[in-house]
Nanobody
Framework: VQLVESGGGLAQPGGSLRLSCTVS????????VGWYRQPSGKERELVAA???????NYADSVKGRFTISRDNNKNTAYLQMNYLKPEDTAVYYC??????????????WGQGTQVSVSS
């Protein structure tokens, strides 16, 4: 199973970015997917997760600003990030889990993509 992330970069406060995670080597529609982030010098934390059945789990700090979604036809998960704040700056990691209902997926990981929010 391979996960490839894209879409990171630099955004201004209040701006938006969309991260993508394409998963290969498995039946994507049966997997749970999620996004984690790790700010420099801090621990990795769950940002958002989406089960195979459509249940979601968001960190309190991103509720109302970030949206996780998936396109099973494209084997891709997305994280739409709106109203970005400097504290959203981190390396963002995509994760997938063969336990489809798991809302803290952790079987497989992407390589990470940097998101920086600064004026």
């Amino acid at each position: 199973v391979q996960l490839v992330e894209s879409g990171g970069g630099l955004a201004q406060p209040g701006g938006s970015l969309r991260l993508s995670c394409t998963v290969s080597g498995t039946l994507f529609s049966t997997f749970a997917v999620g996004w984690y982030r790790q700010p420099s010098g801090k621990e990795r934390e769950l940002v958002a997760a989406l089960s195979a059945g459509g249940s979601t789990n968001y960190a309190d700090s991103v509720k109302g600003r970030f949206t996780i979604s998936r396109d099973n036809n494209k084997n891709t998960a997305y994280l739409q990030m709106n109203y970005l704040k400097p504290e959203d700056t981190a390396v963002y990691y995509c994760a997938a889990d063969s336990t489809g209902w798991r809302l803290r997926p952790n079987d497989y990981w992407g390589q990470g993509t940097q998101v920086s929010v600064s004026s």
